[in-house]
């Protein structure tokens, strides 16, 4: 069993070895790299040469030979045909990778700089080998400052979402207003603080008794009103009687079969009914206006409601604004001054690695942590907001 274990693992050694190589092989040297030169029989030729920004290295004796764009096997077969010119009989030429052009890692790390790739560095081992996140990038920030920027920003956050619960519901009610919907439609507001519906409700139920106040004034002004005229009907049918008698009494006084006495007592009689029907007249007009007043008030009522809603918008609105500036200058710094920090309270926050490849290309690729590096890439690491 242990023999059957060691077989396993001698060809899974040899399996990564080839796979080694061949990754080695297909390698494109660029400028940067250090080469690993080997010619057996000559060893005074053999050395470590570094590729220069032109692309090529020099080698005693063989001049200058080509490097960059070009794989190992490539640069070995160059090498090879400058030596066969040089020297008599075969040559055999070994060229490795002694040390890969360095990294950049740059952005939100502790110490920005270049550092030696290896095969197989992925983002967060770059990472890793520049200390990790940056905590503070300002030399001046003191560690009070930053937790006082952290406190406001939490404190600007929960009266920020106060603030908008407060917006949304007096907007709801402001649409039912402007509906004319407020009559039997009770305000609803789902995922908001429940104070801030109850004091609407409570502005709400204000609004009403005030209104049924108006209401019952006008209903009782109008049955008033109804009632005078009810009565200046009879006082107009009395007075229509006793002005017909006062005539007969008068014919009747004019021919002498009747004295001045009686004619006397019905004009008095006449001018009391007329002067009830005045009476009555001046109430009824009292009592209507007093209902035009009191249906006036129920306009007033909704009119100075709606006027109020609309400055408590206004006024979330204003607030909301201010406070967001504030959420996003205290942001704004904490970034800055400790970014890692920033993203404990950040609502959403990433990570952001974007890598600008050794190929020239002028576009960041954005790669995830686990993503491998190639030699002479550049890394940048960001902290971004997704929702701030």
């Known amino acids: 069993m242990f023999k059957s274990v060691r077989i396993l693992v001698w060809a899974a ?41 032109d692309g090529t290295f020099r080698l005693h004796m063989l001049g200058t030979i080509e490097a960059a764009g070009l794989t190992l096997p490539e640069i070995e077969d160059s090498i090879v045909k400058r030596a066969t010119e040089s020297f008599s009989g075969s040559v055999s030429v070994i060229v490795d990778v002694a ?20 095969p197989g560095m992925t983002v967060i081992k770059a990472v ?41 519901v007096i907007q709801s ?40 106040g108006f209401s019952r004034r006008e209903a009782l002004a109008t049955a008033e009103a109804d009632l005078y005229a009810q009565r200046r009907t009879i006082i107009g049918r009395q007075l229509e009687v006793t ?4 005539a007969d009494v008068n014919k009747l006084v004019s021919q002498g079969l009747s004295r001045k006495e009686r004619l006397t007592d019905w004009k008095v009689e006449a001018d009391r009914y007329r002067s009830d029907d005045l009476e009555t007249t001046a109430r009824a007009a009292s009592a209507a206006q007093t209902a035009a007043h009191a ?42 001054a400790a970014p890692s920090l920033a993203m ?21 690729e954005r790669v995830s942590m686990t993503s491998e590096l190639r030699p002479g890439d550049v890394l940048v690491v960001k902290f971004e907001g997704v929702t701030n």
Request: charged residues 25%; aromatic residues 6%.
């Open 243 to 246: 002005e017909a008698q006062l």
């Open 295 to 336: 249906k006036n008030e129920i306009d007033v009522a909704l009119t100075r409601y709606h006027r109020d809603l609309l400055a408590a918008k206004v006024a979330a609105d204003e607030n909301i604004e201010l406070l967001r500036s504030q959420l996003n200058a205290s942001m704004d710094y904490l970034r800055i």
């Open 13 to 53: 050694a040899l399996c990564f070895g080839l796979f080694q190589q061949a990754v080695a092989d297909s390698y494109v040297v660029a400028p940067g790299d250090k080469l690993d030169i080997s010619i057996l029989g000559r060893t005074e030729f053999s050395r470590i040469a570094q590729v220069r920004d």
């Open 128 to 168: 890793a080998r520049a200390g990790g996140y940056e905590r503070t990038t300002a030399a001046s920030v003191n560690e009070r400052a930053i937790v006082d920027a952290q406190q406001r920003i939490v404190q600007a956050r929960i009266r920020l979402n106060f603030a908008e619960d407060q917006r949304r």
């Open 99 to 118: 040390e890969y052009r360095p990294v950049s890692v740059l952005g939100v790390v502790q110490a920005p700089g270049t550092y030696p790739y290896v």
């Open 344 to 364: 404990t309270v950040e609502e959403q926050a990433a990570t952001v690695f974007e890598v600008f490849r050794a190929d020239g290309s002028s576009e960041p």
């Open 173 to 212: 009610e402001l649409e039912l207003v402007e509906a004319g919907q407020l009559d039997g439609n009770e305000l609803t507001v789902e995922g908001v603080n429940p104070d801030q519906v109850s004091l609407v409700r409570m502005g709400r139920t204000i609004l009403d008794e005030s209104i049924e």
